[in-house]
């Protein structure tokens, strides 16, 4: 029987949680570890395969690049993020479970996405009135898997504890950056062996998004 939870706020990831991303993930990270590689930040023997295009932004910065460069390669970023946004969809089931939602708890975004791609594809799929917060990578002093944009979620309501919030996300980034927060996990349609080689461990997992209605009371 799943254990459901008294909860004032629940965060959802973005990029297939609630959309139906086309972003092509594998190309992005390709083509920003090849700036890196280029400008001398990271060796060509990286272990790439590793880590995210968010974990490369990330070492990019302990590096000390400049802001300059640091810049650059976000908008490498971002020109694949506004890309995929285009025609994107919704998860099944995405835009019932946030009408049902809506009005009980407060609900927020965290994504590593830019704002505007993150706004944009919240209104063409018509769902950003369901929001209370959107928080991208504009917000954040690290991206996921750090728990920045979590923490300024609970900064931003502080009436609602950390215990007080659940969060979704289909990656182990979002898991990761969740639990550092103090937030409790659920993975939509997670890999848990993923999810136990990086540590993350969710308070339960799902297939079908409107199934997050089986947690809460």
Do not use: C
């Not at 990656?171 to 969740?178: C, L, V």
Request: hydrophobic content about 45%; cysteine-free.
């Amino acid at each position: 029987m799943t254990q459901k939870y008294r909860i004032k706020g629940i965060i959802f990831d973005m990029d297939n949680t609630l959309l139906h991303s086309k972003i092509d993930f594998p190309a992005m990270k390709l083509d920003v570890s090849r700036h890196l590689q280029a400008a001398g930040v990271i060796p060509a023997n990286f272990p790439v395969a590793e880590h995210t295009t968010s974990t490369l932004l990330e070492t990019a910065k302990n590096a000390g690049v400049s802001e300059h460069f640091y810049e650059e390669l976000l908008a490498v970023a971002a020109k694949h993020e506004l890309a995929g946004m285009e025609g994107a969809g919704l998860e099944p089931g995405a835009a019932e479970l946030l009408h049902q939602l809506h009005g009980r708890f407060v609900l927020a975004v965290v994504t590593n996405n830019a704002l505007p791609a993150a706004r944009k594809a919240l209104e063409e799929t018509g769902i950003i009135h369901y929001f209370d917060l959107l928080v991208a990578r504009d917000h954040m002093t690290s991206l996921k898997p750090s728990p920045s944009g979590f923490l300024y979620v609970i900064k931003q309501f502080p009436h609602i504890a950390g215990n007080e919030w659940l969060s979704v996300g289909d990656s182990w980034i979002d898991g990761k950056a969740s639990m550092e927060a103090g937030i409790p996990f659920i993975g939509y349609r997670t890999s848990q062996t993923i999810m136990e080689q990086r540590g993350v461990v969710p308070i339960g997992t799902m297939e079908k998004i409107e199934d997050l209605l089986l947690y809460l009371e």
